[in-house]
């Protein structure tokens, strides 16, 4: 059961509702538009408000489903976010689309929810804090990822390594973000 639940989050994961929506709606793909990147953030910039909020729950949702399914069927904490870690390589890389996906902070703002409630709120309330003071999404997402893993050490260890893997695989996703952030050339809403 769990390496069907691997597979099949994975395979929601790679749903990309960026390219999908775009599609539908006859806008400009956002691969090919702002900062290329097929997430909330870029659809913000290239298609507005409505597409996406829609896009973020979308994304929420490829991580949320997939850990709470796994739940539901009595996996332990570590499968579960494992189960979730695989939705978000799937955003990451996903195989409809040529492999060529987001960065992975929606869908990992989801398995987060499903996973442990407490950290998803204390990664919304720094990525908000982060996002009000600088304007910068790349910078917030950064900062929120990586500040769940204390809390998750002490209250939810079992969880702990696949959520490293996740930060890992976040900060990797936005290292032109890095770059970007240390020449001060950063994008700003």
């Not at 407490?118 to 309330?125: E, I, N, R, S």
């Not at 809390?151 to 770059?179: E, S, Y």
Request: aromatic share 8%.
């Amino acid at each position: 059961m769990f390496w069907l639940l691997v597979l099949l989050a994975y395979l929601l994961g790679s749903l990309s509702f960026a390219i999908l929506l775009s599609r539908l709606s006859g806008g400009p793909d956002p691969r090919a538009s702002g900062s290329g990147n097929p997430g909330a953030t870029n659809m913000l910039r290239v298609a507005g408000k409505k597409l996406a909020i829609i896009t973020l729950l979308g994304d929420l949702c490829k991580g949320l489903l997939p850990v709470l399914i796994a739940s539901l069927l009595g996996l332990n904490i570590q499968q579960q976010a494992w189960i979730g870690l695989a939705a978000v390589i799937g955003h990451l890389y996903p195989l409809y689309f040529r492999f060529k996906g987001g960065k992975g902070v929606a869908t990992a703002a989801g398995m987060l929810l499903g996973l442990y409630p407490p950290a998803a709120v204390l990664a919304l309330a720094a990525w908000a804090l982060t996002f009000i003071l600088t304007r910068t999404s790349s910078l917030a997402s950064l900062i929120a990822t990586p500040l769940t893993l204390p809390l998750l050490a002490w209250q939810q260890p079992a969880a702990l390594l696949p959520m490293c893997v996740l930060t890992g695989l976040i900060v990797w996703r936005h290292r032109g973000n890095l770059r970007d952030l240390f020449a001060g050339r950063e994008r700003h809403f």
